[in-house]
């Protein structure tokens, strides 16, 4: 029972690298499969003939696919990534700019202040206080009526 003497070390380090050479092929053909569909400029019929030539002859298919368009598989990668960047930081944008605007509450706690000091009407508050609970009401809108009952 000593495999040791029996698979020598450099049996062991070719072993490995076939293993790896296995995996990383498999890993181009998964991502030639993706760039075929990725591929916008290529009509129905022509993915179809690439697939089929990819799945039946997949040495030759892969080699010829990596000869014919490599170059521009790399950019279709890289246009979507820059489109993804971009959805996210629009993303970002978008919610940081809802961070901006007063809730509801804080709406409320100003309008309860203002009334306080007596710069609107018991009437105005109950309107201005209406439309910031029926969510129509925005920070602009009771500003309006504070600027007006203050004329």
Not at 14 to 19: A, N, T, Y
Not at 20 to 25: A, C, D, S
Not at 99 to 116: M, N
Not at 137 to 144: F, I, L
């Amino acid at each position: 029972m000593y495999l040791a003497y029996d698979y020598p070390l450099m049996s062991v380090f070719w072993s490995m690298l076939v293993f790896f050479l296995w995996i990383m092929w498999f890993v181009l053909l998964f991502r030639i499969i993706v760039d075929i569909f990725r591929d916008d400029d290529m009509s129905g019929w022509a993915k179809a003939g690439w697939l089929v030539f990819v799945a039946f002859l997949p040495f030759l298919g892969v080699f010829v696919y990596v000869i014919a368009r490599g170059k521009n598989m790399g950019h279709r990668e890289v246009a979507q990534a820059r489109a993804q960047q971009q959805a996210f930081d629009s993303y970002v944008r978008e919610t940081a700019r809802g961070a901006d605007r007063p809730s509801s509450v804080d709406e409320l706690a100003r309008l309860s202040e203002i009334k306080a000091r007596g710069d609107i009407t018991e009437e105005e508050f109950h309107r201005a206080k209406e439309l910031v609970l029926s969510g129509s009401g925005t920070s602009g809108r009771t500003g309006a009526t504070h600027s007006a009952a203050g004329r």
